[in-house]
């Protein structure tokens, strides 16, 4: 029997990797903390949660303790375009945060799941079909706390014996939980904009190729790597895991199949296009194919016709065109 713990269960993975092992395991076999209790009640309400700093190293410790936890999803993390505006903040918790997890995981033998991004790679990486062992020599603070993170969880496995494992997600793409703060939330937003007005203004340029993955195939790989046959692992951390890649134009032209007076328009925001900028256009993810039967179901198509039939679903008093509310 399975004992988990979600650290930063509230967020956009948390929430629905929480849902689905819940549903696998039992609502009282997986425990979640967030920093927030203001969201998602019916979540909270649905198994043991207690509200924790990630970088709490006791209070962590003794739910570990008193659930008897096997298991722990570190899911707490600053995105990268609020890392830049807060540098010493997203070392903090990003790095201490996890620091703190993988000594609790040591002290009482619990596996490790970790994501780690398309955000630790950089300018000098492979931009196309970027190889699993590459250059990363990311340009962002997001990036550097990202390939540390990669390497920490690593050093634990070799020198603690700590079962740690891990994917680069790349954007990933929902309808239930908004992430915040990230470089590729345009792909989130741009599906609400849709639904709601009829036009998305866009803020980065409309040929930006960056990995989006839709999360049903997120929450997939989560679970998966973690319930893989460790003897099959050539590879245990950072793991990458493609599905699909596109530009804005892109997204609005299968929008359009649906809503076809779609418009998009362009605001660029600095900050953002410039980590798109550093990052791939698209990873090889033969490793996790192979080691540990990664196998995507959704592509731009059916992602687009079900988010904008659940976002539609929830948005049932529609909204003006973009040409009256500009
Ligand atoms: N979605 C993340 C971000 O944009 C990338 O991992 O920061």
Redesign the pocket.
């Known amino acids: 029997m399975k004992h988990i713990l979600i650290v930063g269960a509230l967020g956009q993975l948390g929430s629905e990797i929480a849902l689905a092992l819940r549903r696998k395991y039992g609502d009282n076999s997986v425990v979640l903390t967030d920093i927030r209790d203001d969201i998602n009640r019916q979540l909270i309400e649905s198994g043991p949660f207690y509200k924790v700093d990630c970088r709490d190293a006791k209070a962590l410790a003794d739910i570990v303790q008193n659930h008897h936890i096997d298991t722990v999803y570190h899911l707490a993390a600053l995105?990268?375009?609020t890392a830049e505006r807060s540098v010493q903040a997203a070392w903090d918790i990003n790095m201490n945060g996890l620091m703190t997890t993988l000594e609790i995981a040591r002290t009482f033998r619990c596996a490790v799941f970790t994501p780690s991004?398309?955000?630790s790679f950089g300018p000098s990486t492979p931009k196309r079909f970027t190889p699993q062992d590459t250059i990363q020599r990311p340009t962002t603070m997001?990036g550097v706390t990202k390939v540390a993170g990669e390497l920490l969880c690593d050093y634990y496995y070799h020198k603690y014996d700590v079962d740690t494992r891990g994917v680069r997600?790349?954007?990933?793409i929902s309808s239930m939980t908004p992430?915040g703060?990230?470089?590729?939330?345009y792909a989130v937003e741009i599906y609400y904009a849709a639904v709601a007005k009829h036009c998305y203004e866009c803020p980065l340029a409309g040929d930006t190729y960056l990995d989006m993955m839709y999360m049903p195939d997120a929450v997939d790989a989560a679970i998966r790597v973690m319930e893989a046959d460790p003897a099959k692992l050539r590879h245990r951390n950072a793991f990458n895991v493609a599905s699909m890649s596109f530009c804005p134009e892109d997204i609005a032209a299968y929008i359009r199949t649906h809503i076809p007076d779609f418009t998009i328009t362009y605001r660029i925001d600095p900050v953002r296009q410039a980590?798109a900028n550093s990052w791939p256009d698209c990873l090889e993810d033969y490793a996790a194919r192979v080691e540990w039967g990664w196998n995507p179901k959704y592509d731009l198509a059916s992602m687009t016709a079900d988010m904008l039939a659940h976002v539609g679903a929830r948005n049932q008093t529609g909204g003006s065109p973009c040409s009256q509310t500009n």
Not at 169 to 172: A, E, K, L, N, Q
């Open positions: 995105l990268s375009a991004s398309i955000g997001y997600f790349p954007g990933i992430p703060g990230g470089t590729t939330d980590i």
